[in-house]
């Protein structure tokens, strides 16, 4: 069961990035501007604000939210990318190089570069052992992101009668619902409501958040 849930969430994690890296193939029309890596950090930003708006549009539509309702928006660009492959070939699609940035550095430049990318690995993997550990503060943006998602997934849609206690997810309908949407796209794959996986998406916001809060905490804690 645990390799199963690891499959579905990692699932909610490479459409988007298909969905991206595919769009910005077919942006490039066969020229190669962006290198595989590069494709991949801007696929998934602009996959996951399709899938938001694209849930957005569902819930202005009424249609509920279900896992093939909330997926349809996948499969024209999986038959794009088909033919982006057929056409033009993998490399069009994707393609990964050696990146610049370590060929062009020798010396003791080229290790503090390996140190620092040691170091960003260790925050992500401090700030993935913080969400799988800790829950949710209270009164922060994450809990109003993680209460409009778990609303969303529940209703399966956006409340839009404007005396209703969840009118646009509730809580605070003015909110940016950017995440919340992308959220329960997240929990829609998983199958159930789950406060970790929903969390994932905030891996680094959540992280900083967390360090802020323990700044504030520990300064305002004498006049307390």
């Known amino acids: 069961m645990i390799v199963i849930g690891v499959i ?3 699932l909610a994690f490479a459409i988007p990035i298909l969905i991206g890296v595919i769009l910005i193939s077919w942006i490039e029309q066969g020229k190669q501007i962006f290198s595989g890596l590069e494709k991949l950090a801007l696929g998934f930003p ?5 899938i938001s708006f694209y849930l957005f549009y569902l819930g202005i539509l009424r249609i509920p939210f279900t896992f093939w309702t909330a997926s349809a928006i996948f499969w024209p660009f999986l038959l794009l990318g088909i033919y982006i492959w057929w056409k033009r070939g993998i ?10 940035i370590f060929s062009e550095t020798r010396g003791w430049k080229r ?3 390996i140190f620092l990318f040691v170091v960003l690995l260790c925050k992500i993997c401090f700030a993935f052992f913080n969400i799988m550990v800790h829950p949710t503060y209270f009164d922060d943006s994450v809990t109003f992101w993680n209460y409009k998602a778990k ?9 839009l009668d404007n005396d209703h206690p969840d009118f646009l ?4 309908p ?14 829609i794959c998983n199958g159930y409501w789950s406060e970790k996986a929903a969390n994932l998406n905030t891996l680094f916001i959540r992280s900083e958040e967390r360090r802020v809060g323990k700044e504030c905490r520990s300064r305002w804690s004498p006049y307390h």
């Open 169 to 172: 997810g509730g809580r605070n």
């Open 111 to 113: 290790y503090l570069l």
């Open 174 to 187: 003015h909110y940016p619902n950017y995440n919340p949407l992308f959220k329960t796209w997240v929990v």
């Open 91 to 100: 490399k069009k699609l994707i393609h990964f190089s050696r990146p610049i």
């Open 151 to 159: 609303v969303f997934y529940y209703q399966q849609a956006l409340v």
């Open 46 to 50: 602009l996959g996951s604000g399709l």
């Open 8 to 10: 579905k969430i990692l």
